[in-house]
T-cell receptor, first 112, second 115 residues
Framework: DQQVKQNSPSLSVQEGRISILNCDYT??????FLWYKKYPAEGPTFLIS?????DKNEDGRFTVFLNKSAKHLSLHIVPSQPGDSAVYFC???????????FGTGTRLKVLA | DTGVSQNPRHKITKRGQNVTFRCDPI?????LYWYRQTLGQGPEFLTY????????KSRLLSDRFSAERPKGSFSTLEIQRTEQGDSAMYLC?????????????FGQGTRLTVV
């Protein structure tokens, strides 16, 4: 049972435009969500997180939006840069647990 | 402190051999996690420690897998009698209980190939 789903395996965006990566979840007990970026042969790098008490969190070019009623979150990258090309993972955890459940990832390619 | 450190980076072993991986977390972090990632999948949780106590184990962690964190510092993950299905990237992460944020920081991983 895939509790965290990233339905788009890949996404291509022109440099300077907005990248929108989507994530859906099924477990209503999840209350903390994170996005990680992963380059080949490296471990995931933390990007941004959001608690379920918020619906938006911004950090520089990265903004995460959370829609609890739809059980959906998205990561916006504006403006996209070639160095953003990587695999992006959405992850979630439930209150009182510390393990993350990851999606299968979306490969973002930013074209120069 | 340069982050979470994992050794070795790569390990090739013959089926049936035992292997051990080491993880050194960020020094002030009291939580340590092990995940496994296979091709095309996201990381899957294996186990987690708070200080030296192993508080949760996934059912993915069969009897052939054991993890320790003596003295609440570095951790080791041992796989006995390796099988080809154990081939994966093994990721370690750590987080702090005291900073108020719960994001975990990952190491670069140990890639295991069982031949």
């Amino acid at each position: 049972d895939q509790q965290v789903k990233q339905n788009s395996p890949s996404l291509s965006v022109q440099e300077g435009r907005i990248s929108i990566l989507n994530c859906d979840y099924t477990n209503s007990m999840f209350d903390y969500f994170l996005w990680y970026k992963k380059y080949p042969a490296e471990g995931p790098t933390f990007l941004i997180s959001i608690s379920s008490i918020k619906d938006k969190n911004e950090d520089g070019r990265f903004t995460v939006f959370l829609n609890k009623s739809a059980k959906h979150l998205s990561l916006h990258i504006v403006p996209s840069q070639p160095g953003d090309s990587a695999v992006y993972f959405c992850a979630a955890s439930a209150f009182g647990t510390y393990k993350y459940i990851f999606g299968t990832g979306t490969r973002l390619k930013v074209l120069a | 402190d340069t982050g979470v450190s994992q050794n070795p980076r790569h390990k090739i072993t013959k089926r049936g051999q035992n292997v051990t991986f080491r993880c050194d977390p960020i020094s002030e972090h009291n939580r340590l996690y092990w995940y496994r990632q296979t091709l095309g999948q996201g990381p899957e949780f294996l186990t987690y420690f708070q200080n030296e106590a192993q508080l949760e184990k996934s059912r993915l962690l069969s009897d052939r897998f054991s993890a320790e964190r003596p003295k609440g510092s570095f951790s080791t993950l041992e796989i006995q009698r390796t099988e080809q299905g154990d081939s994966a990237m093994y990721l370690c992460a750590s987080s702090s209980h005291t900073t108020g944020s719960t994001e975990a920081f990952f190491g670069q991983g140990t890639r295991l190939t069982v031949v």
